[in-house]
DNA sequence: CTAAAGCCTCTAGTTAGCTAGAGAGTCAAG
DNA sequence: CTTGACTCTCTAGCTAACTAGAGGCTTTAG
């Protein structure tokens, strides 16, 4: 076994990730790996590294994908910091959407709620819940 | 064919929603038909209502799960608007901790975004893009 | 009478990031 | 020399709410 030369499970343990993991990220083409005559996979140390970093790229909200399209630029060669800036502005845009529907959603529910409050709660004949066949459609 | 005896196409024209969608429904419980000789399903034609009722509740986010509860309770021959309210009270407080979460991550990201204006995007040998490498592990 | 439309069941695919298990080969320690 | 740890591939399952398609009846309109 030569130096730098690490098997699945030594990646595994040095990298918190399970050997799944590690096997699920190679047929994403996120790592790469030698194999051996036995048909184990063997790891440059460098991978090590790589797999770190794309935790690390998990925790600011990169999916897989994303992190995919950055390691490709770094095997082109490039220097993939500008995409990772445009990337990280697109997630905080998408956060503050998110963040407006969810406020805007969570206002029309507590005004539901409020109201309800003085809704007689007896159905009608064929209704089910009053508070929700009340409900004007479409409004959304 | 009798009176308010209506064939799944039927239903579905009146509600909006796809024949798939019935059956699917009916697979969780949500509606129920008769069948005919032919095998084909028969709904009452208060299940028009029923169906509108579910689409409504789903604009408030309510769960098809959490129909089905709705609709047990109503079929019980109980009142389910106490069951409503609390739903709603859940989902309210949800959102409100999605909101939170989602507020304090995008500050984390603006925060790495505004600092990152200052950091040389240089990587230094077997790095991929200092940026990233440069985080603090473990910060989430 | 025929063709189109409607209905049936069953299976599988969609998203994202894994996880679990079967069944089998390989390697290291005692 | 055996046993247990490690590795391999392949398949399937997880969440949620559907959607699409195959293959095959039944009904309806003209």
Redesign the pocket.
């Known amino acids: ?1 030569e130096i730098n030369s690490l ?4 990646v ?1 343990k040095r990298t918190g ?5 590690l ?2 990220y190679e047929t994403l083409g996120l790592i790469q ?1 030698q194999r ?6 063997f790891y440059a140390s460098e991978m090590v590294h790589q797999v770190q970093f794309i935790k690390q790229a ?1 925790t600011l909200g990169f ?3 994303d992190i995919g399209e950055i390691l490709t630029v770094h095997q082109r060669g490039d220097v993939p910091c500008g995409f990772v800036q445009a990337l990280l502005q697109d997630k905080i845009q998408q956060l503050d959407q998110q963040i407006r529907e969810r406020v805007a959603f969570k206002e029309k529910l507590e005004d539901y709620r409020d109201r309800w409050a003085t809704i007689n709660l007896q159905p009608k004949p064929g209704e089910i819940c009053p508070l929700i066949e009340t409900l004007q459609p479409g409004v959304s």
Chains 1, 2 share one sequence.
């Open positions: 076994m098997k699945i499970g030594a595994a990730v399970t050997v799944g993991t096997r699920y790996s051996g005559d036995n048909g184990y996979r998990q999916s897989l994908e």
